[in-house]
């Protein structure tokens, strides 16, 4: 596989969030604006990244009964980093997103790159295939917060365009499904026809 699909896949083919169905707690849970949608994407792009290049590393010499939580380890040391470097940094934002940055440990997402390519691949391709899925994933939580913000408060990153306060459902969960689920199939019939 070249380094251009390895990169690309987390875009379209195996996009985590709209074909793979990944990660759906902190999809449906902070996507309710998009620039939260924005900012969760990105801090889960920063532990997927670091954690693929370091399993890559550490998967040789990690024996096959203890490989999960040895990779959990790895994971919740960088979402630890993260949190306390969000805290020092950016307390706006680690305020927002809250509960859900130490859920990072158990995205699945995460998790879920780590076993089926970061332990089986090499530094390079880790390292591409962490920025590909987090790109992807942070583009889908992006499109859903937009879609949510515009529909719930007329407004995309915080700039109201549409006068009047929106459909409330849009900002609550159920407005979460819904959107979700016409991305979904909006997603997957424009990927059919490529």
């Known amino acids: ?25 902190p999809t449906l849970a902070t996507t309710t604006s998009a620039i939260n949608g924005l900012e969760m994407g990105l801090a889960t792009m920063f532990v997927l990244i670091l954690s693929n290049i370091v399993i890559s590393l550490i998967a040789p010499v990690v024996p096959d009964k203890v490989h999960i939580p040895a990779y959990i380890v790895v994971i919740a040391t960088f979402v630890t980093v993260l949190q306390l470097v969000m805290q020092a940094f950016t307390p706006q ?23 089926a390519f970061a332990g089986k691949n090499g530094v390079v391709d880790s390292a ?6 987090g790109i992807g994933f942070t583009l889908a939580l992006t499109v859903i917060g937009i879609v949510r913000e515009i529909l719930g408060s007329g407004s995309v990153f915080g700039f109201k365009f549409i006068a009047g306060d929106g459909i409330l459902a ?5 407005g979460a499904f819904i959107v979700l689920g016409y991305l979904l199939v909006l997603f997957n019939k424009i990927a059919k026809k490529q």
Do not use: H, Q, W
């Open 93 to 115: 934002v680690y305020s927002t997103l809250g509960l859900f940055i130490p859920l990072i440990v158990v995205n699945c997402i995460v998790l879920g790159r780590a076993e």
């Open 1 to 25: 596989m070249s380094k251009f699909s390895i990169l690309t896949k987390g875009l379209v083919k195996e996009n985590p969030t709209f074909v793979l169905l990944l990660g759906m707690c």
């Open 170 to 174: 849009f900002v609550m969960a159920p």
């Open 128 to 133: 591409l295939d962490g920025i590909g899925i």
